[in-house]
């Protein structure tokens, strides 16, 4: 028994290897139609010994069936329905539903790499519609919107647009309990030249390309970055300091402390309690200074 299964465990990481050699074939089909970044990303998973971010085996192997399906399709076709990478994929009865068990791990992996809505990849619709909530000046080239009231707009359109904004303050909250009080704030955010958006607890693709554009137009002079203290908000802390590149930033903690780097953050926030941001929401006096330090 113990023969047979270490010849089992070796048929079937030669079966892994091949899997991924041709992946790599389909990637170098591909690569001169997709982002470099991403065809960067899409090489590196290749040659992973392990996950990156530890899924099982299963899993992994479900993905990468998953990128080939995709990149074939996407070479007969610009758009398509997340549905439609199974169905020409596997041809049988039951094949567009072959990816829907990890369909939300997989668009937020691809998100993750490409820096961007799904919809950028040509995948236009996964059967739902991600919001984005913020308040603040912001235009684009098919909307507009103004300080006094809280905005919404939608992966959808983030993928279309070409964001800009004159605000001087970016802040960017996990809760939408912080987004919705300080919304009500119009002269504080009138005065101060703030804009606010909503990260929810999880920075999917649209928020990513919003934040980007956003941090790249050259009005943005200093981030507010505010997430709840616990491990959840560690992660959220490191994507967002990422994201916004070589902007000054800092991460507000409760009881007044503020922290010029990520490092000093975690450092703080592994010695207190787990607590959410609305413990320590204050007001326009507290917020003020906040972005004076």
């Excluded at 959220?236 to 903690?253: C, E, S, T, Y």
């Amino acid at each position: 028994m113990f023969i047979y299964q270490k010849l089992k465990a070796e048929e079937q990481l030669r079966a892994d290897d091949s899997l991924k050699e041709m992946l790599q074939a389909e990637i170098r089909k591909s690569e001169k139609d997709l982002p470099m970044h991403f065809v960067q990303q899409l090489k590196q998973f290749t040659t992973e010994k392990s996950d990156s971010e530890s899924w099982g085996k299963e899993r992994v192997r479900k993905f990468t069936h998953f990128l080939m399906a995709y990149l074939r399709l996407r070479r007969r076709q610009e758009r398509m329905e997340y549905k439609e990478i199974g169905a020409t994929y596997y041809q049988k009865i039951g094949g567009s539903k072959e990816f829907d068990r990890y369909r939300d791990v997989f668009i937020h992996r691809l998100e993750k790499w490409l820096g961007a809505p799904i919809q950028t990849l040509g995948i236009i619709s996964v059967g739902s519609i991600v919001p984005i909530y913020f308040t603040g000046p912001v235009l684009g080239n098919y909307s507009k919107y103004r300080i006094g009231t809280l905005h919404a707009t939608t992966d959808i359109a983030v993928a279309e647009e070409d964001f800009r904004t004159d605000a001087r303050i970016l802040w960017l909250v996990e809760n939408r309990a912080v987004l919705t009080r300080m919304a009500m704030e119009v002269p504080f955010l009138e005065d101060t030249q703030s804009i606010i958006i909503g990260v929810d607890g999880q920075i999917k693709g649209a928020h990513r390309k919003m934040i980007q554009q956003l941090c790249g137009n050259g009005s943005i002079q200093k981030v507010l970055i505010w997430v709840d203290y616990d491990k959840a908000g560690d992660v959220i802390a490191r994507d967002l300091v990422n994201l916004i590149g070589k902007l000054p930033f800092r991460i507000i903690g409760n009881e007044g402390n503020l922290f010029a780097t990520y490092e000093a953050f975690v450092d703080w926030s592994q010695t207190v309690p787990h607590a959410e941001q609305e413990m320590t929401l204050g007001g326009e006096e507290h917020w003020r200074k906040w972005i004076s330090l």
